[in-house]
């Protein structure tokens, strides 16, 4: 099947080019005023060669063949085509254009010579000449008028604007009244701080056809731009007696009203505008986000209500509900932060960036088993997005499925490795996971990989040290790790409970206590510190004290299994 479309493809090549062989050679012989024969079968056969080579892109092949013709037969124009075209797909511009120059010269009478000429011209930036080359063929080819505007465009590129306007003139004289053509008028006669003839080609659209709401919304633009309010402010209010609701004219009203400061009517405008359904969700979309990127609370509450207004006339839009989670949550508003991201996700499940919010509220709002679920349900859409999984991982360890969560981890790793940030949480957390797992080696070796990494990470040095005193190995460590911090951040309650258990692991009692109590002054409600400080009390002789912040711990929650036969028997077990 391909060899037959292949075999199409060439019978095409060489049926086009049949016609422009038979032309040179008419060419030729006018030119030369004798008759000749038919070219030899060698030329024929090369020329036919370099078609075939030339279609499948075989161009350096291609060129020989035309080439070979050509040696046999430099004048005609068929050939000279051929080979400019083929040196071109080589990228040799100004070889190209010798050739291309010969074959206009040989056959004034094809349009391709032509075209292919100026291209060349225009890629050499030779522009006066490829503007010459287009005025030759306008005149010499017939049927060839609709390239006055692309003369006209091309004049325009140059700064030319009295030649382009008188093309595009002649254009129109061929072709009628054209919208593109008015609009390019329109452009240069501004250029040219020619105001009322912009505005006259303007006028020329609207009488045309006056209920093509385009062409006034088009018309104040202009008018806008050069305030001239007032008529543009009527041609708009025009058009809305015509078409009521009509989200193109609130739109121009509401830029209209801004550009004169009037930002209560513009936004008036706009909360019209967006009540038509016919302004698409994107288009409305496109707009909030503006809004967004403004400094202030009245911006994103506008922003907010314009959201709303979306999703009243496009309420199946996963993207308005993302939208709406974005305002939402910037707001601190996150239980509806969340509500709109899941409705997102239920509309749109490949939209990841709505997962990706959806995962992090739930985070923050410590909704552990949604999250899960939610990354569970997101790795399998996007499984090579290690941020899910590190997402997934987490609650999976803050839940404590220390197994499932080693599991996520540990694709989260592999798959982080480019984001050195999020890259160091994952080991961190892999630390954390392994010590519950009592997979110790694995443990020290991630934290190890961390430290490695960035020596200063705190988050590492903290649990890496608590966990090496939990075991009561590696303590002169483990004490080397936080005191840094301690030093760095002395009301942090994390690091003082750290530093003084590592303290207490060192049987350095007396000490230990004085951290806790500086602990519990700036944490008052941790039962795991205030277990801490019990058995410190404990351990430098005070039973009765001991049982005090025993009993406190127990009430705060979270503490050691050992709690309820310390304060039972008003005795320290450990």
Not at 524 to 529: D, L
Request: glycine share 4%.
């Amino acid at each position: 099947m391909k060899k037959a479309a292949l075999l199409y493809l060439i019978l095409i090549g060489l049926l086009c080019f049949s016609e422009a062989f038979a032309q040179a050679k008419k060419s030729k012989k006018q030119l030369n005023g004798e008759q000749q024969g038919e070219e030899s079968p060698a030329v024929q056969a090369a020329f036919a060669d370099g078609v075939r080579l030339f279609m499948i892109e075989q161009y350096p092949a291609a060129l020989i063949q035309f080439e070979k013709a050509l040696s046999a037969d430099p004048q005609n124009s068929g050939i000279l085509y051929k080979t400019a075209e083929t040196l071109q797909k080589l990228n040799k511009t100004a070889e190209a254009i010798s050739f291309a120059e010969k074959a206009v010269l040989g056959d004034q009478k094809n349009k391709y010579y032509y075209l292919l000429l100026i291209e060349l011209y225009r890629k050499e930036l030779k522009l006066d000449l490829a503007t010459k080359t287009y005025l030759q063929m306008l005149e010499e080819v017939p049927g060839t008028k609709e390239y006055h505007y692309e003369l006209a465009s091309l004049y325009l590129y140059m700064g030319k604007y009295k030649e382009s306007l008188e093309q595009l003139n002649k254009f129109e004289q061929v072709f009628g009244l054209n919208e593109e053509v008015v609009k390019q008028k329109q452009y240069i006669y501004l250029r040219q701080n020619k105001l009322d003839k912009a505005l006259e080609e303007g006028q020329r659209l609207i009488s045309s056809n006056p209920d093509e709401p385009r062409f006034l919304i088009n018309q104040a633009e202009i008018l806008n731009s050069n305030n001239r309010n007032k008529e543009a402010k009527a041609l708009m209010e025009d058009l809305l007696k015509k078409k009521p609701g009509f989200s193109m004219a609130h739109l121009m009203l509401h830029n209209i009203y801004k550009s004169e400061g009037k930002n209560a009517e513009a936004e008036q405008q706009l909360r019209m505008a967006f009540k038509d359904p016919d302004l698409s969700a994107e288009q409305k979309i496109n707009i909030i986000a503006g809004y967004l990127n403004l400094p202030g609370q009245d911006h994103l509450s506008f922003a907010k209500e314009l959201t709303q207004l979306t999703l009243d006339t496009h309420p199946n839009d996963a993207r308005a509900y993302a939208l709406m989670g974005d305002i939402r949550y910037t707001q601190q508003d996150k239980v509806e932060a969340l509500l709109a991201y899941r409705k997102s996700i239920s509309l749109d499940p490949s939209n990841f960036s709505a997962w990706r919010q959806l995962i992090i509220v739930e985070y923050e709002l410590t909704y552990y088993d949604s999250m899960v679920s939610h990354a569970s349900e997101a790795v399998e859409l996007f499984p090579s997005q290690g941020l899910i999984w590190f997402f997934k991982g987490t609650g999976e360890l803050l839940l404590k499925k220390y197994s499932a969560a080693a599991l996520s981890l540990e694709q989260a790793k592999t798959l982080n490795k480019a984001q050195q940030e999020i890259y160091l949480q994952v080991l961190a957390q892999l630390g954390d996971t392994y010590h519950y797992l009592k997979e110790h080696e694995k443990s020290d070796a991630s934290y190890e990989e961390v430290l490695k990494k960035d020596p200063e990470n705190a988050i590492a040095r903290n649990n890496y040290a608590y966990f090496l005193s939990l075991r009561g190995v590696n303590l002169n460590k483990a004490k080397d790790l936080v005191a840094g911090l301690v030093d760095k951040e002395p009301n942090n309650s994390t690091y003082l409970d750290t530093y003084a258990w590592v303290l207490y692991k060192l049987g350095e009692f007396e000490n230990a206590r004085k951290y806790l109590e500086k602990a519990v002054e700036n944490d008052s409600g941790n039962g795991v510190i205030l277990e801490h400080l019990g058995d410190a009390w404990y351990q430098t002789g005070n039973a009765e004290k001991a049982l005090e912040f025993w009993k406190k711990a127990k009430e705060k929650g979270e503490t050691s299994t050992l709690i309820d036969k310390k304060i039972l028997d008003k005795k320290l077990y450990e």
